[in-house]
């Protein structure tokens, strides 16, 4: 796990651990020899969890299934982290979908609608800790630099918190989803993401939350945008599950002949620390490092900018993503990144190549987002602060903006940059 998520992985078995009475056990080692021996131990006849999708967990959670089948213990294994098994919803020819519409349309909405969710146990009996129990502290999740304050301050982690977060959203955030989640400054997008992943909230009781209002908001455009959102994320495991490599291999194979830049260390870098020089991109990627989120039209906005722009592979986004995010997920962050570059499922297409300067007049206007994210900025006129370095000298002087001194210049020419990209794309062309 990247540093993010082991920090919210400490939190929410911390939480858990005061919700069991401080019973929690926590177990280190071969996870077949483990359980074998606790149930033993426990005199346990049967032993049942909930799947995970990841290929690395797929085929360990075999070999536990066999290992226990062969101790004469029952194994059950149930979905508790999807609306649809991703081997339920094919197509008449019993193939994968690979385009998000006729998947979700046809597939997931036709199919057996998602179950609503169990009601909490009212008594969970739980075996006493043990003397082989680990301490949370001896996992070593929490980063020994003190890097996470800005996190603490984002972020409640708990079951409870998650289904506060869920109500406030479903209660007074939904009506305006549709078009409000494409404004970073504004508070339309659910932030359940980090929740769904650690399995604090079912996508389940999101569906049926959400569902449940239907009668009180008058926007079902919303409704639908959300229901749909939810489905994007069961469609990235979708993805993962039938095609395995998506983490690391291009979905389209065309694009293994894309001639990604090389030398590129100074432009990543500059894109990671949020000092590329566009102001957007930069208020996106500070937000990322401060809190471990970002707002998912910022989310687009950096990604293209990396990969087309600036000509760095998709991995390498990726994989700071991975470190830095709260809500860090293989699948939609493999599926997301493989969008985004173009060489994925039901990729966005090679030429739209996202403009920072025009996304960030059309939906940061006032530019509260970046002010809030780039404080150097912040007395900027709202007419500059979108492209500063063409603000007049006499406006940067009042402003206190020095380009290339306190805010950087920008680390490409945005036309320039985009006829490269739309040039290296030909090349995909002529291969496939």
Same mark, same amino acid.
Request: hydrophobic share 40%; with cysteine; charged share 25%.
């Given at each position: ?21 401080? *019973? ?8 077949? @020899? ?23 967990r797929i085929a360990r959670d075999g070999q536990i299934k066999t290992a226990l089948k062969s101790a ?25 979908? @690979? ?76 009506? &305006? ?8 400054? @504004? ?87 949020? @000092? ?9 990627? *500070? &937000? ?10 910022? *989310? ?51 030429? *739209? ?14 530019? &509260? ?64």
């Amino acid at each position: 796990m990247g540093g993010a998520s082991r920090w919210w992985l400490h939190h929410a078995l911390e939480s858990l651990n005061e919700s069991l009475g401080g *019973r929690l056990n926590i177990f280190s080692g071969e996870p077949h @020899k483990i359980l074998v021996d606790l149930a033993r131990t426990s005199s346990a006849q049967a032993i049942y969890w909930n799947r995970c999708y990841e290929p690395w967990r797929i085929a360990r959670d075999g070999q536990i299934k066999t290992a226990l089948k062969s101790a004469d213990i029952e194994v059950q294994s149930f979905n508790g982290s999807l609306l649809w098994e991703p081997w339920q919803v094919l197509k008449k020819d019993q193939s994968p979908y @690979k385009v998000f519409t006729p998947y979700y349309r046809r597939g997931c909405l036709s199919n057996v609608p998602p179950r609503k969710p169990l009601s909490e146990p009212k008594e969970i009996q739980c075996r006493p800790v043990s003397d082989e129990s680990l301490s949370l502290d001896a996992l070593n999740l929490l980063p020994k630099i003190k890097w996470d304050t800005g996190l603490e301050d984002c972020w409640k982690i708990s079951e409870a918190a998650a289904q506060d977060r869920l109500d406030d959203f479903v209660m007074t955030e939904l009506e &305006e989803y549709r078009e409000g989640r494409n404004f970073p400054n @504004k508070c339309n997008v659910s932030r359940l993401s980090p929740y769904l992943h650690f399995g604090q909230i079912s996508p389940n009781t999101a569906w049926h939350r959400a569902a449940d209002v239907a009668a009180i908001i008058s926007n079902e455009d919303s409704l639908d945008t959300f229901l749909s959102e939810l489905g994007w994320r069961e469609f990235s495991y979708y993805l993962l599950y039938h095609f395995p490599q998506l983490p690391t291999k291009n979905l389209q194979t065309r694009f293994d002949v894309f001639p990604w830049a090389s030398n590129t260390e100074q432009d990543l870098k500059a894109w990671q620390q949020g @000092k590329t020089g566009y102001p957007l991109v930069d208020a996106g990627m *500070r &937000e990322l490092y401060a809190t471990g989120y970002m707002h998912n039209r910022v *989310r687009m906005v950096v990604g293209s900018f990396l990969v087309k722009n600036l000509l760095i592979h998709w991995h390498r986004g990726e994989e700071w993503f991975w470190d830095c995010l709260v809500d860090a997920d293989l699948a939609s962050n493999s599926a997301s990144w493989q969008w985004i570059a173009g060489c994925g499922a039901d990729a966005a297409p090679f030429f *739209r190549i996202f403009n920072p300067i025009t996304q960030s007049e059309k939906f940061d206007k006032q530019g &509260e987002y970046i002010r809030r994210h780039v404080p150097e900025l912040a007395n900027l006129p709202d007419k500059y602060i979108h492209a500063p370095w063409l603000a007049p000298a006499e406006i940067l002087t009042v402003a206190g903006v020095k380009i290339g001194a306190n805010y950087p210049a920008p680390v490409v020419d945005i036309k320039e940059s985009r006829e490269r990209a739309l040039e290296a794309f030909k090349l995909t062309k002529i291969s496939s």
